[in-house]
């Protein structure tokens, strides 16, 4: 099948599903948010995606109350220099696990509504390319 056709074929199988009422095919394990000086306006999130589903799965999104915009970024380092690039998603096959830790995948907090500490516990919802979206609670800690 051409590349076009696959898409609009996949997609017309998501519509065609109900509503996903089996239990969560995606796993988020210690998902955490490093701590930040007062009035840091960009933090970093990171946790464990596994995803169990037969099915290669992407995250598209994030959102949480705590903050004006989640982001999804990359760590890279080009000649010794990092910067930190937007992904469009983040593509987990099926069976496989991915890690967002520092240094390489993270969840940009950008501009939070309240100064943070460690001990604090932010609800975070991702949303993924499957229809669903999964609630974390992450911890704000020092590393
Ligand atoms: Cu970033």
Not at 88 to 95: A, D, H, M, N, R
Request: proline share 5%.
């Amino acid at each position: 099948m051409k590349q076009p056709v696959k898409i609009l074929f996949v997609l017309f199988l998501f519509l065609l599903t109900p509503i996903n009422t089996k239990a969560s095919e995606i796993s988020v394990t210690n998902p955490w948010i490093r701590e930040a000086p007062p009035n840091t306006q960009m933090l970093a999130a990171y946790m464990e995606i596994i995803n169990n589903s037969k099915h290669t799965i992407q995250l598209e999104s994030a959102a949480s109350a705590d903050f004006e915009m989640v982001m999804i970024h990359r760590t890279e380092t080009h000649e010794g220099m990092s910067h930190m690039a937007k992904q469009s998603g983040l593509q987990i096959k099926s069976g496989e696990n991915v890690i967002l830790e520092p240094g390489g995948y993270h969840l940009m907090l950008m501009n939070p509504k309240r100064n943070l500490q460690a001990g604090d516990k932010i609800k975070l919802q991702l949303q993924f390319d499957n229809r669903e979206a999964i609630a974390v609670t992450a911890v704000v800690r020092k590393k």
